[in-house]
């Protein structure tokens, strides 16, 4: 069974800086590419951040210079860390895991609240 499990949210004042952490379970780590979407009230949900590897990394224009997505293989864990945050980064977010051995196949956490606001 695969289970994405997202943590590290919260609130935080503008200017701030969290670390996500989504830890992986049932997929081959090494060969699935990982992301971080969000989700605003009223809003679609949008990618942040991807790792199709570790030397393979895409952003957001949004938050580009600000989050850094890294991954621990061996730890089955993607990382999202988030600096210099602004009130119009909170939302929901959500890990997403797409096993390049699935053709078609998305898996999804049931996400991390993060709220930046003074």
């Known amino acids: 069974q695969v289970q994405l499990v997202e943590s590290g949210g919260g609130l935080v004042q503008p200017g701030g800086s969290l670390r996500l952490s989504c830890v992986t379970s049932?997929?081959?780590?090494?060969?699935?590419?990982m992301g971080w979407y969000r989700q605003a009230p009223g809003k679609e949900r949008e990618l942040v951040a991807s790792s199709a590897s570790a030397e393979d990394t895409n952003y957001a224009d949004s938050v580009k210079g600000r989050f850094t997505i890294s991954r621990v293989i061996a730890k089955n864990t993607v990382y999202l860390q988030m600096n210099s945050l602004k009130p119009e980064d909170t939302a929901v977010y959500y890990c997403?895991?797409?096993?390049?051995?699935?053709?078609?196949?998305?898996?999804w956490g049931k996400g991390t609240l993060v709220t930046v606001s003074a």
């Open positions: 049932g997929i081959i780590s090494s060969m699935t590419a």
């Open positions: 997403n895991a797409r096993p390049q051995y699935l053709v078609g196949v998305n898996y």
